[in-house]
């Protein structure tokens, strides 16, 4: 079955940059929209961003838009999470989701999940 293995998380300073990493296995990763999320203490788990199966089309909520950047590499079956200007507003666990609805941004539209990856930013 298909599986996401998160990586890439931490503890940076304000400002900072993190690149998380999601490898996918078990599947054809060409036939998934991905997708980053976001759950921080306390609070439900939010969309980040998300890319379609061949990387032609990728969407980011408001808050990171001008600071994150989604990407995936198909030969290498991994999608990719570039944040940068980090905030602590930015702390939580990160999770990476497959789903087969193309333009897929809420969290039921998700097939398959990560276990996730924690990022911290400190002031």
């Known amino acids: 079955q298909v599986q996401l293995v998160e990586s890439g998380g931490g503890l940076v300073q304000v400002g900072e940059s993190l690149r998380l990493s999601c490898v996918f296995s078990?599947?054809?990763?060409?036939?998934?929209?991905m997708a980053w999320f976001r759950q921080a203490p306390g609070k439900e788990r939010e969309f980040v961003a998300r890319?379609?199966?061949?990387?032609?089309?990728?969407y980011g909520t408001d808050s990171v838009k001008g600071r994150f950047t989604i990407s995936r590499d198909n030969a290498e079956n991994t999608v990719y999470l570039q944040m940068n200007t980090l905030t602590p507003e930015d702390t939580a666990v990160y999770y990476c989701?497959?789903?087969?609805?193309?333009?897929?941004?809420?969290?039921?539209?998700?097939?398959?999940w990560g276990l996730g990856t924690q990022v911290t930013v400190s002031s």
């Open positions: 989701a497959a789903s087969t609805g193309y333009f897929a941004v809420s969290v039921r539209s998700y097939d398959v």
């Open positions: 078990g599947g054809s990763f060409r036939s998934f929209t």
């Open positions: 890319i379609t199966p061949f990387g032609t089309n990728s």
